[in-house]
């Protein structure tokens, strides 16, 4: 479908392949609705958004209000005369008066199959839970969190070394084209949105950093996708011997020998290897507070730990 107007809204990386997908299409998007500006980890400089940065490089006119409830902003967003936003990872609420800005409503790209994941984390969360097969959704945005019903699904094997950045990563490919397609067909009248099931709903909590903090007594696998769940962000850590805190690359879980202590640290046949509640797991990289991350060999020549060191403990 050519010819129709489109609000786009998203904030961050993941979000660029969906405007993009729809500049792609042919569709007029009549403005991008972003975060504003805002400061960098380090130091106080304002750094635009990777959408806003997508926006600007297309030629595509920006909206960053700092609240997207505000009357002004609604009333911008109105006077565009737009036929239906679509939204990725946009981050702030949308209220009523919001929503019904535009003509045919709000389509939002979720990555998870709903009703499971409802919530601010599901890659992460679906990593961590040990999900086979994920997706992503497209659906009316309503009041309730993701609740809103759907219009496209499209489905996502879990790979057993996927990371969350890796996984979200195929899924923001992956959705873009799902997202231009839904919004087309909600536009033309061909999209019949149907309620999610009241069945199989599960909740995506934003990752704390306690969730981030390895449990060196949970058995292997369950260590394994704790990591892999919180990289790259929130990044998973330990303390060290000295009880200081590191952050942990994906481990690997081995088989032979190894430390039997949950947390005790020991190198074996040139691997770095912690115990866990089951079997021992291979440290792949190691970040030391205030370091960058470094292979977990190089790390431990470094430390000149002692036999019975242990990770953890503080």
Known sequence: ???????????????????????AAGHEVVGV?????????????????????AAERLGLPVLDPPRASAPEAIEEVAALGADVAAVVAYGQILRPD??????????????????????????????????????????????????GPVIGRLTETVRPTDTAGDLLERLAVAGAPLLEQSCAALVAG????????????????K?????????WDLPAHVVDRTIRGCTPNPGAWTTLPDG????LGPVTPVEGPGPAVPGQVALVDGRVLVGTGTGPVAL???????????????????????????LGEA
Do not use: C, Y
Request: aromatic share 4%; charged share 25%; glycine share 10%.
């Open 1 to 23: 479908m050519e010819g129709m107007r489109v609000l786009f809204a998203g904030t961050p990386d993941i979000a660029v392949p969906s405007l993009e997908a729809l500049v």
């Open 284 to 310: 792949g990289t190691i970040a030391p507070s205030g370091k960058k991350p470094m292979d977990a060999a190089a790390w431990w020549r470094g430390a000149r730990l002692g036999e019975s060191a242990q």
């Open 98 to 147: 919001m929503l019904a800005a535009t003509r045919h409503g709000w389509v939002n790209l979720h990555f998870s199959l709903l009703p499971a994941w409802r919530g601010a984390a599901p890659v992460q969360r679906s990593i961590m839970a040990g999900d086979d097969v994920t997706g992503a959704t497209t659906f009316l945005i309503e009041q309730g969190v993701d609740t």
């Open 33 to 53: 609705l972003t975060r504003p500006d805002a400061p960098g980890k380090r130091g106080k400089t304002l750094h635009p958004s990777p959408v806003k940065v």
């Open 207 to 215: 990752i704390t950093r306690e969730d981030a903090r390895v449990r």
């Open 190 to 205: 061909r999209a019949v949105p149907e309620p999610q099931s009241g069945d199989d709903v599960s909740h995506a909590d």
């Open 244 to 247: 200081s805190v590191a952050k």
